[in-house]
């Protein structure tokens, strides 16, 4: 690349770089919770980094805090992405869910195995990348949702956000109160690591065999069950209400396809389950579970979101 200035520095090498290319991951997480979808975060890093270096060499030695440029860009783009992903999802098929992000190979008594592991060795999970968690943030606004993230979640002052999405430090605050409230709902509401990977192994077994009455018994009354196929594989185009209706769907479904095969995997930190058709990812489901019993059961089932669980 050639410095505008003058002088050909395309082969010098940048002294920088280590320091640069070592907040990609920070950078993969931000993105990852500020859109949901792990295809999207990895775009908005890559276009983060190909305007790093676009720059003249002298410009980018001249930024004293790469991490912050780099950060404030990839905040910036996200807002965009997000303003156009609003208009996206009019036109999507039946409901939107977060991508879901692999996090191990397997849990087994309420204990997540985090061993071979890919994506997730580049997204961190925790209690801010549930899928409870993500489908809240849907609700909020691109403005609330990207003040809340940077502040709450990854500790950047109000001054530092104003800066970022181009409000005043006072209207960055008001938007992270705004969506402090948002996340006060119910859906958010967990049980201990043990109780919620004992619920759902309970309820792997009830499925596959077949057992309404105990899946019945496993579901709040008023849980919902939300499937994301995105027209793409077949999906029911509204969440289903109710404990009975829910349990006679996952029979009626598992009756329909005898060859499925029902693997516990971890589901963005949190346990959950794998449905594989001929050791290929079909579904991915992740449960929101609250006072011993399933509150939401969230179904992705798009095959361009289970890219991740094709490689883990």
Known sequence: MSDTSGGDHSRRPDAGMNAVMKEQRQLLNLAYRLLGSLADAEDVVQETYTRW?????????????????????????????????????????????????????????????????????????????????????????????????????????????????????????????????????????????????????????????????????????????????????????QPIEGAEQIASFFVERAEAAPHVTILERTVNGQPGLVAQVDDVPVSVLAFGISCDRIQHIWAVLNPDKLRPWKAS
């Open 53 to 237: 270096y676009s720059m003249p060499v002298q410009r980018r030695e001249g930024i004293g805090s790469p991490g912050a440029w780099l950060t404030t860009v990839a905040s910036r783009i996200c807002l965009d992405v997000l303003a156009s992903a609003r208009v996206r999802r009019e036109r999507y098929v039946g409901e939107w869910l977060p991508e879901p992000v692999p996090g191990g190979s397997a849990w087994i008594s309420g204990r997540v195995d985090g061993t071979g592991v890919d994506p997730a060795d580049r997204v961190t999970l925790d209690e801010s990348v549930s899928m409870a968690f993500l489908v809240v943030l849907e609700a909020m606004t691109p403005a609330e949702r990207v003040a809340f993230v940077l502040h709450d979640i990854f500790r950047y002052s109000f001054a530092e956000v104003a800066d970022i999405v181009g409000r005043t430090p006072a209207a960055c605050r008001q938007l992270a109160s705004s969506a402090r409230r948002r996340l006060r709902g119910p859906q958010l509401a967990t049980a201990s690591a043990d109780g919620h990977a004992g619920i759902v192994k309970a309820f792997k077994q009830a499925w596959e065999t077949h057992d309404i009455d105990r899946l019945v018994a496993l579901l709040a009354p008023d849980a919902t069950a939300t499937g994301d196929g995105g027209g793409l594989v077949m999906a029911a185009l």
